[in-house]
């Protein structure tokens, strides 16, 4: 096991942030920069869930919004993770990184069934493990899903990967440059202040279980190998200042 800060992650990546610049469809740099730091943080001992979202294919609200059933959308945001996670793995195993993909709706001839005590075993055995297809329910964001499943697994925090951006600030730093980024936030503060970074029903789930949540960027190489290690990134919530 590690002997760093954290042993067992939850790492939330969101679809936008597989899109790069081009702001649609995979990034193949940006997914490679990705894997090559999961790839040097299971090289320190740790072991490594994702969650990844599908917002960069298709985004569900803004279709209900529209006029499309919301379940139906939301389950088409669901199948849009999963070309996330299969991308996300072949970039691992292209570094010799050992994955599994494990999906909450039952695809078998692409992914496993999400199965909390084989995620657990493919975690202690040093495999990467995708989590994608959401909570595999429909009204439930990916930031629910990283949640959900942080509790389930018993990681030690979550590492909400933002691009571009180092933590969470009291307003957006790319249209105010007095911007104040926090150093920590609890809980109740991120539901009170409205901060987006992550959905409530996510943040009162991480509340109710103390899953610590660390804001941070991702662009920056080997941010995500600092912070297993002990070194203060980003912005933290709820857990030990």
Excluded at 185 to 203: P, R
Aim: glycine share 10%.
């Amino acid at each position: 096991m590690s002997s760093g800060k954290y042993k067992r992650i939850v790492l939330k990546l969101s679809g936008e942030a597989l899109a790069g610049d081009k702001g649609f469809g995979i990034d193949l740099d940006v997914i490679n920069m990705i894997a090559s730091q999961i790839k040097s943080t299971v090289a320190c001992n740790v072991q490594v869930a994702v969650v990844v979202g599908g917002g960069n294919i298709w985004r569900g609200a803004p279709a209900s919004a529209r006029g499309m059933d919301r379940a139906t959308a939301d389950y088409m945001g669901m199948l849009a993770t999963v070309i996330n996670a299969l991308a996300l793995q072949d970039a691992l195993e292209n570094q010799g990184v050992e994955t599994r993909v494990m999906t909450a709706i039952e695809m078998r001839e692409v992914a496993e069934p999400y199965i909390r005590r084989r995620a657990i075993s493919h975690l202690q055995k040093g495999r990467v493990v995708i989590f994608a297809s959401g909570t595999g329910n429909p009204y439930f964001s990916t930031d629910t899903t990283a949640a959900l499943r942080a509790a389930e697994i018993d990681a030690d925090v979550i590492l909400m990967a933002k691009r571009g951006v180092d933590g969470v600030y009291d307003s957006d730093p790319k249209h105010n440059p007095d911007a104040k980024m926090f150093d920590h936030l609890e809980y109740i503060d991120v539901l009170n202040k409205g901060l987006t970074i992550m959905d409530s029903t996510a943040i009162s789930l991480c509340m109710d279980n103390s899953i610590p949540i660390i804001v941070f960027n991702f662009n920056v190489m080997d941010n995500i190998k600092r912070i297993v290690n002990g070194v203060k990134v980003g912005t933290l919530v709820g857990g030990a200042k």
